[in-house]
């Protein structure tokens, strides 16, 4: 549900990988110069120097951010996404244009020609992502650096932007417009915006092209509110699977041995309680502790497991009815 941005990452892409590889002759009319823009009045260059990388790690670092800003476009559509990039996209090549004038009125820096590609609008898809997507902690590094959902994007961004010597006027740039372009006391999102018969045309034109069919071999979670979740819950079904499949591991290796669970080595308790009381095979009611009741609920998920409807009631009752402590005793042993 995201075919502009698959769009942007493929055909760049591949044009930036033809021109690198195998026409690099014609690298030349993809150059973002300034000088030629300024004194030539090459307009042109704007367009194409602003749309395709010259330099691989470029591609490479701003078709992973595009992949990663592709939820905008699942969560805007498809034309109000398009609106963002083409503002964005407007506003970075005037505030290019002010930057490079501004530095080289305060620190005499002449600067004509920037990195080439489309980075403006890149760095300003991080000015949403900032705002509204949530923050969600996954781990900690050293007890004290937090490992959120959103730190590989970042470090992605920060690789970009070390990659050239005034790329960091693109990324400001980009900046500054994706900020404008959100801003609601601006309304620069009102006036810079694809046209309805504009959308239209590439929807009946590009998209059936860039579009493709939900996969059919992935399993529909419909009650994910945001990614997060969404990506959360896959993860447990995930989880599930690999249980399941230690499951049938464990029960292969059981009936290869052909022996029961150890429970021996697994409950002592359980093997003090035989011995104490089975020894003449004749249990006192006084010493016989009161049965433990199993819900047959949970009897049944271990069933379900693979498990012997035995094997499920003894580890039940020797974890004092704890689904997932009896779980992991029956596989591991």
């Given at each position: 549900?995201?075919?502009?941005?698959?769009?942007?990452?493929l055909?760049?892409?591949?044009?930036?990988?033809?021109?690198?590889?195998?026409?690099?002759?014609?690298q030349?009319f993809?150059?973002y110069?300034?000088?030629?823009?300024k004194?030539?009045?090459?307009?042109?260059?704007?367009?194409?120097?602003?749309?395709i990388?010259?330099?691989?790690?470029?591609?490479f670092?701003?078709s992973?951010l595009?992949?990663?800003?592709?939820?905008f476009?699942?969560?805007y559509?498809?034309?109000?996404?398009?609106s963002?990039?083409?503002?964005?996209?407007?506003?970075?090549?005037?505030?290019?244009?002010?930057?490079?004038?501004?530095?080289?009125?305060?620190?005499?820096?002449?600067?004509?020609s920037?990195?080439s590609?489309?980075?403006?609008?890149v760095?300003?898809l991080?000015?949403?992502?900032?705002?509204?997507?949530?923050?969600v902690?996954v781990t900690?590094?050293?007890g004290?650096?937090?490992?959120?959902?959103?730190?590989?994007?970042y470090i992605?961004?920060l690789?970009?932007?070390?990659?050239?010597s005034y790329?960091?006027?693109?990324?400001?740039?980009?900046?500054v417009?994706?900020?404008?372009?959100n801003?609601?006391?601006?309304?620069?999102?009102?006036?810079?915006r694809?046209?309805?018969w504009?959308?239209?045309i590439?929807?009946?034109?590009?998209?059936?092209?860039?579009?493709?069919?939900e996969?059919t071999n992935?399993i529909?979670?419909?009650?994910?509110?945001?990614?997060?979740?969404?990506?959360?819950?896959?993860?447990?079904?995930?989880?599930?699977?690999i249980?399941m499949?230690q499951v049938?591991?464990?029960?292969?290796q059981?009936?290869?041995?052909?022996?029961?669970?150890n429970?021996n080595?697994?409950f002592?308790?359980?093997?003090?309680?035989h011995?104490?009381?089975?020894?003449?095979?004749?249990?006192?009611?006084?010493?016989?502790?009161p049965?433990?009741?199993?819900?047959e609920?949970?009897?049944a998920?271990?069933?379900e497991?693979?498990?012997?409807r035995?094997?499920?009631?003894e580890?039940?009752?020797?974890s004092?009815?704890?689904?997932?402590v009896a779980?992991?005793?029956l596989?591991?042993?």
């Open positions: 549900k995201a075919p502009l941005s698959k769009s942007l990452l055909v760049p892409s591949a044009i930036s990988i033809l021109l690198t590889l195998l026409f690099q002759h014609y030349k993809f150059a110069n300034l000088q030629a823009i004194e030539d009045f090459q307009i042109w260059r704007l367009v194409c120097g602003r749309t990388c010259l330099d691989l790690k470029d591609t670092c701003s992973l595009i992949y990663n800003f592709r939820i476009e699942r969560r559509g498809s034309r109000k996404f398009s963002f990039l083409l503002g964005a996209w407007m506003l970075s090549a005037l505030f290019d244009l002010l930057l490079v004038e501004i530095a080289q009125y305060i620190f005499g820096i002449t600067i004509n920037l990195p590609g489309f980075l403006g609008p760095f300003a991080f000015v949403p992502f900032y705002c509204s997507i949530p923050r902690q900690q590094v050293l004290h650096f937090s490992i959120t959902n959103k730190t590989l994007v992605l961004g690789q970009l932007l070390t990659s050239g790329i960091w006027i693109l990324a400001l740039s980009g900046l417009s994706g900020i404008c372009y801003s609601s006391i601006l309304k620069v999102h009102r006036i810079l694809v046209p309805s504009v959308a239209r590439f929807s009946w034109t590009l998209e059936p092209i860039f579009s493709s069919a996969p992935e529909r979670l419909g009650m994910g509110a945001t990614v997060d979740i969404q990506r959360q819950q896959r993860m447990e079904l995930l989880d599930r699977q249980m499949s049938a591991q464990m029960r292969r059981r009936q290869q041995q052909g022996g029961m669970i429970w080595r697994l002592p308790p359980l093997r003090h309680r011995n104490a009381n089975y020894q003449d095979h004749r249990p006192t009611e006084q010493d016989t502790p049965p433990t009741e199993v819900s609920e949970q009897v998920r271990l069933m497991m693979g498990f012997s035995g094997d499920a009631l580890a039940l009752r020797a004092n009815n704890d689904l997932n779980t992991n005793f596989l591991q042993h």
